[in-house]
C-alpha cells in the first residue's frame, strides 16, 4: 500500500506529531510512504532540534523520500506530484 503525506508551514505542533505517528504505525506494516514538505515547510521543522531528529529516522523505519515541492530546493515536478499522489492508495 502507498501513502503519501503532504506537509505544511502552517500546520501546529500537535497535527505534525499526529502525521509523525500516523507514519510510524503505517511503516510498521510495510507501507511505502512517501512525504512531501510543501513552501518550506521542512526548514520549520528543521529548527527544532528533537523534531528534526525523529523525522530523519523515518528514513531509517522504511520511508520511501523526503519529497520537497514549492520550496526553494523542489526535488519533484508538479506533474510527478500528481502522479505520486494519484496512485497512492492514502493520502494525508
Not at 510512504?33 to 521542512?42: A, C, K, P, R
Amino acid at each position: 500500500m502507498q501513502t503519501v503525506f503532504h506537509i505544511y508551514p502552517q500546520q501546529s505542533d500537535q497535527c505534525l506529531e499526529q502525521s509523525y505517528l500516523l507514519m510510524l504505525a503505517l511503516l510498521n506494516f510495510e507501507h511505502k510512504v512517501f512525504i512531501v514538505f510543501h513552501q518550506n515547510s521542512f526548514a520549520e521543522i528543521s529548527k527544532h532540534a528533537e523534531q528534526l531528529k525523529k523525522w530523519q529516522a523515518l528514513h531509517l523505519y522504511g520511508a520511501r523520500a523526503f519529497l520537497h515541492y514549492n520550496g526553494d530546493n523542489d526535488n519533484i515536478s508538479t506533474h510527478e506530484l500528481q502522479q505520486l499522489t494519484q496512485q497512492a492508495d492514502f493520502v494525508a
